[in-house]
């Protein structure tokens, strides 16, 4: 057993153990009571930063009482469906054109009221890849540039991310075009958009279809 003693009197300046009286930061508050009418310093309501852009805060954060504050109205179904329909317009119109040339249409018969169409086995697998391409392309491109395909310009409509309304990043709208088209196009060309719409219409608060909530985004009037 070791027979040292600790040593006597007061630790040397050095000491890194010792424990030192501490000094208020160079910017703190006098002490003394909270004035009147106010939080106390240190409150979790006083922010260093400066108020949010019109466009930020989407959803009124969490706790928020209107789930909407800070944000542009949301574009009504009527005239999402019509942008819809323009950029529908807009990629399969110059599609059923180039499919004559890829030889995709190989019969074409009408037998009562059966409307039926034939494909040829190489011809359609190229024509889908194609058709994929096309609408996923037109719509992620122009959904990360500014937020607007052809359609949503001319309904005053753009699409905005839900956090705080900046325009999607490539991968966002890259994940809503996939969600959006990719289903209808592989194999439910009528229950994929049927129920997108459906979700849209009935959604609450934001009114937001598979696709937007695949992205978290939401879509948005433009102001005038």
Not at 76 to 101: C, H, M, Q, T, Y
Not at 139 to 153: I, P, S
């Amino acid at each position: 057993m070791s027979t040292d003693q600790p040593p006597t009197g007061p630790p040397p300046d050095d000491d890194p153990f010792r424990k030192r009286p501490q000094e208020p930061p160079p910017d703190s508050p006098p002490p003394g009571p909270p004035p009147s009418g106010g939080p106390p310093p240190g409150s979790p309501y006083d922010s260093p930063y400066p108020p949010p852009p019109p466009y930020g805060g989407y959803g009124g954060g969490y706790g928020g009482t209107d789930p909407l504050s800070g944000m542009p109205p949301l574009a009504e179904s009527g005239r999402r469906i019509l942008a819809r329909l323009v950029d529908w317009l807009i990629v399969s119109v110059p599609l059923a054109l180039i499919g004559i040339p890829f030889d995709v249409y190989d019969r074409v018969t009408v037998d009562g009221d059966e409307f039926q169409t034939t494909w040829t086995g190489g011809g359609q697998l190229v024509f889908q890849l194609l058709t994929i391409v096309a609408y996923v392309t037109y719509d992620t491109v122009l959904t990360a540039r500014n937020g607007q395909t052809v359609g949503k310009r001319l309904m005053k409509l753009r699409v905005a991310m839900l956090n705080d309304g900046s325009t999607p990043p490539m991968s966002q709208s890259l994940l809503r075009a996939v969600v959006l088209w990719l289903p209808a196009l592989i194999c439910c060309a009528c229950l994929w958009p049927l129920l997108i719409l459906i979700l849209i219409l009935v959604d609450k608060p934001y009114k937001q279809g598979l696709h937007d909530k695949a992205a978290k985004t939401v879509v948005v009037t433009v102001p005038q």
